[in-house]
C-alpha cells in the first residue's frame, strides 16, 4: 500500500519550504530511496536547483534535473515528466498528477498560503479516496 506524508510547516515563505525539503531529502536518502521531485514548470524547478545548491552548506543534498547527467539519487522535474523509479515523488506542484500515486510514497510540504493549502487539502482527500496511507507532521506545534 502506498503512503502520503503531510509536513505542515508553520510559516507562509516559499523559501522555508525549499529549506525543509533540503532536511527531508537528507532523511529519505539515508532509507535508501531515490526522490523525485514535481514542479510547476520548469522556472521552478531550476530555482529549487539553486536553492537545494545553496541550503545549507554543511551538507550536500545530491541532484539533477530529470534527464541530466549524471545520474542522482535525487531528481528535479515539471509537468509530466517522470523518472523511472517509483519510490518517492515530492509534489511541489499545485495538482498532484495521477501519475504519483504509481509512488510507494508521495510526500506534500505544506505552508501557510491560500493556493497552497487549498491544494494540499484536495489532494489530501484525493489519497484518503484511494485508500492511500496518509501521515500528517504537524511542525507548527514543535519547539
Given amino acids: ?5 503531510y509536513y505542515i510547516l508553520p510559516d507562509s515563505d516559499p523559501d522555508s519550504r525549499a529549506a525543509f525539503l533540503c532536511r527531508l531529502c537528507d532523511k529519505i536518502l539515508g532509507l535508501g530511496l ?3 521531485i514535481s514542479t ?12 537545494l545548491w545553496s541550503a545549507r552548506p554543511e551538507s550536500f543534498v545530491p541532484h539533477v534535473l ?23 515523488f ?32 484536495d489532494n489530501y482527500a484525493r489519497c484518503r479516496d484511494r485508500g492511500i496511507e496518509l501521515h500528517r507532521t504537524d511542525m507548527r506545534r514543535r519547539g
Fill in 1 to 5: 500500500m502506498s503512503r502520503a506524508d
Fill in 34 to 36: 531515490r526522490i523525485f
Fill in 40 to 51: 510547476e514548470h520548469e522556472t521552478a524547478a531550476r530555482q529549487l536547483d539553486q536553492q
Fill in 66 to 88: 530529470l534527464g541530466q547527467a549524471p545520474d542522482s539519487p535525487i531528481e528535479i522535474g515539471w509537468g509530466d515528466q517522470l523518472p523511472d523509479h517509483r519510490q518517492v
Fill in 90 to 121: 515530492v509534489n511541489l506542484s499545485a495538482n498532484l498528477p495521477d501519475a504519483a500515486f504509481d509512488f510507494e510514497r508521495i510526500v506534500e510540504i505544506v505552508v501557510q498560503t491560500p493556493e497552497v493549502l487549498a491544494a494540499t487539502r
